[in-house]
Each structure stands twice: as structure tokens, then as C-alpha cells.
């Protein structure tokens, strides 16, 4: 099994403040691995920094693409990084709301696609067919999620747990090697989240691609996780499979505060 | 009756000329939050390029339209490729500023524009040579609606079609709306943003520049200054019908073009601005987002 991303020294400092500080992290090909850590411990930077939105100060993140040998990533710009085959979603729903689910899908398509504007605008056979088939591999990835009912409501117009789901769809178009979840669970009920964590497994069975999710909800990260990494204050504090996390007298201090000797 | 209705197609021809830029004013906006003032000179642009491919053409004895149509395409080229220069020396640069400064260096940008056709033209108006031709179908109604309004009108009508079927149908145009609701998001999912916003550029710019061939052939004289006063009027019906509303920008120009000419036409042409920039006023005082703008909701 190869690494699908390889990280390495990953340091990110805003002025004086450092909010990563020189993590080692790797997610083999089609591994479930989970980030934890409280609050403010510098996941969701961590994934900034690795999807391209901002540029580290030290370290190294190599992407694998399909045959090619690592590639080093840093710098590049997030349309780039996800070209290479990464693609995540966000703690907040960020979908284009006014847009229908299948053309929410589409969009994530849209990298994959070779119509240049010439293309666009005269619309020849070519374009068609590749649209055609986009279109028809995004029904598939919406079958799959269970929204292949709702492709033409607008995706405002979806009940929350949907639009997660449409959200994870998106990213699934775009064809990535790896997907980031960004508590892919936030504001789910119990019911829903058991749901999810079907859909992750099942996702990653189908379409054989790594998963990297940052979640607070520990049942569906121990459930479905089979590496854990837990990082505090920036840095990474352990890591291990659940049943090594969950007796780690770090971890367990991170969250809950240390012992007071009486 | 025939004068309201001559007044109604006049407005119409002026509505839909005020359309094809006001159309640029808002697709730029709808992408990157900017007033392109440097817009109504891509359309002057185009007119002076057209012009002197109708002087070369008309020397060498081409037929009318043929002139019409080379010279519309060698505009609508040019004033592109003007367009996509000044996007990306101008306000790409600057795209993660404050929002003042691309505003001011749109602003500089325009007058740079301006003078730079004044030296390297004339600041005379020159006649421009009437390319549109009679049509015979048209005479019995020619002295309320002129084979020359019909042409903008059909022209204008045809460019919004194709628009519209373009942004809602092909990939370009979906991710030019992704762009414009969710620019990091769009990043995220590999949309080169950078690619959608000289694609918006080049498509606003070629609207604009068939604009300034169309309404130079139909008056008939051109100076290095036209593109001031159309980018302002044209800005104006962007602003009335809701700014980053494509539908918006072509009712609000409309709009504007009707009241100007009735204004002109029942009162004096003395008031034409006062009537459209009236208009504006109260249109912001009751709908501060336009007609068919959205009003922001701001979350806390």
C-alpha cells in the first residue's frame, strides 16, 4: 500500500502565532483516518494548508496522483491541489445555493473536463458528449447518496442532513484519491450521524479512495476510523489506532484537563 | 400616436444599447464585487476600431454589410483583448486589496484609456460612415422605427438570448456562477477562478464593443469621450435593475432607455439626464438593491 498524501514537518505561523507546528501525518490509499484534538488545536488550519488555501511556512506535503511519483504540493493554488486528487468539504455547509443539486455536482466535474471556451461556446459534438457523461457520472454519485430524486431542486431548498450529503457528493465528482471531511457530522442527530457513518464506509469501499475526516463526534470516529491522530495547540500529540487513543493518558489530558494529585 | 410609438422604439434602440454594456458592468460585478469603469472605454474602444476597419474596408470597395460585420468582429477581438489586459494589469493584482483600490485603479484606468485615444487618435468627433443598411421591408414604418433600430434591437435580443443559454447551460457558465456565489469554494472543487474571471472580461468587453459599432453606425460621428458618458448611463441601469442581475442589467436598461426617450420627447432634451438620473434616485431610495437585486442579508 502506498501513501495517497505524505506530510511532513507541516508548520503554519499567522505573525507570532503558530497554528500548526511541524506535523508528521500520511494516509495510506483507501485508509479511514481521523484528526482530533479540542478546539483551536489547528485541524481545520491543517487542512487549509494541505487543500491550498494558504501557503505553510515549513514542510512538505507530497500527493500521489494515480502513476506518478509524489508530487510536492506546497504553494500550489487549491484548484491545482484538487486537480491532484484531493477534495474536501467544509464545517459549514458551503454549497452554491442557488444552483440545483445536479448542477452542484456538475460543478465539481467541471476540473475534470477538457472543453476549452471555443468549446463552450459553439458547443460541438465533442463538448456534448463529455457533458453528457459528466452528467450521467454525477447522477451515478447522486444515486449513491441518495439524492438521485431531488437532482433539480435547488440546493437551498434541501433538508440539512441532504445538503451535507450533496456537499460530500461534490466532492466525490471532482474524482479525488483523497477526501477531506470537515466534521462531516456537525448538527447531525444521533439517527443521522449512524447514517453518515455508513455512507463514509461505503464511499470508501465503492469508490476506493483514502478519507481524512476531522470530527468531534468520538462514537462515529472510533466507529469508523482505522488511524487516529489527535493534535492540541498545533501540535500533534499522538497517534495510533482508536483502541491506542483512547487509553492515551496524553490524549485523555488534552481533553479533560490533567489529574489533580490529592 | 405615431410619435409615442416612434418615442417607444427610439427608447427601445437606446435601452438596448445601454443593455449590451450595462451587461459587462454586471457580470464583472456578479464575479469579483468590482465597478469596472474602464468599461465604457472598452466599448469606445470598439468603436474606433471599427471605424478604421470601415475606412480600410470602404477604400477598398466592400460591400456595406460585409463591412459591417468584418468590422464588428475585428471590435468585438480587440476590445477583448483590451478587456483581459486590464483585468490583469489593473485589478489582478490587487484582487485581495481593500476594496477601495481596485476601484480607484479602474477609475485611473479609465481616464488612462481615454487619453491614450486621445493622442493616438484626434479629440474631433469623426463621422463615422452608416453601415447599416435600408431595409425595404421596413419603409412604410420607417419614420417611427428605422431598419437601423431594428438591426440593434434583433442584435441586442440575440446576444441575451445566447447569453443566458450560455451561463445557464454550459460548463464555463456554471462555474462563472459558482465564481460569483462562493470564489474559494469554486478554488476548492478545481475551478481555475482566475480563467473565469478573464472569461467574464472578454465576454463583457465583447459585449460592449458590438455595442459601440452598433450605436456608432446608427449616429453617425464618434470621439475619444462617448465611452464616458454610455459607461455611466449604462452603469446607472445596472444599478437600477439590481447590480450582479443579468435579467436586472437588461430590464433596468430598458427601463432607462424608454424614460430618457419620452423625456426627451414630451418634455426636452434638456432633461433627459435629470430624468434618468431621477429615476435612479428614487429607485434607490425604495429598492436600495435594485429592482431585481437581491437585498443582502448580512449574518452576524
Known sequence: MENVIQVNGLTMDFGGLRAVDSVDLYVKDKEIVALIGPNGAGKTTFFNCITGIYTPTKGDILVRSTKS??????????NRVTERGLARTFQNIRLFQNMTVLENAMIGKHCRL???ILGALFRDKKTKAEELKAAQECWEILKKMGLENQCDELACNLPYGDQRKLEIARALATEPRLLLLDE?????NPHETEELTHLIRKIRDEENIAILLIEHDMKLVMNLSERIYVMDHGQKIADGTPMDIRNNPEVIKAYLGEEIDA | MDYFLELFFGGLTRGSIYALIALGYTMVYGIVQLINFAHGEIYMIGAFTALIVASVLTFYGVNTVAILILASIVAVIYSSAYGFTVEKIAYKPLRNAPRLSPLISAIGMSIFLQNYVLLAQTSDFLPFPRLIPQFHFMEPVSHIFSSAELVIVVTTMVAMVLLTLFIKFTNLGKAMRATAQDKTMALLIGIDVDRVISATFIIGSSLAALGGVLIASHIGQINFYIGFIAGIKAFTAAVLGGIGSIPGAVLGALILGWTESFATGYVSSDYE???????LVLIL????AGLLGKAETKKV
Open chain 1, 184 to 188: 462531516p457530522a456537525a448538527g447531525m
Open chain 2, 285 to 288: 431610495i425604495f429598492r436600495p
Open chain 1, 114 to 116: 477538457n472543453a476549452k
Open chain 2, 273 to 279: 439626464d435629470v430624468f434618468a438620473f431621477a429615476l
Open chain 1, 69 to 78: 511519483q509524489p508530487v510536492r504540493i506546497n504553494g500550489f493554488k487549491p
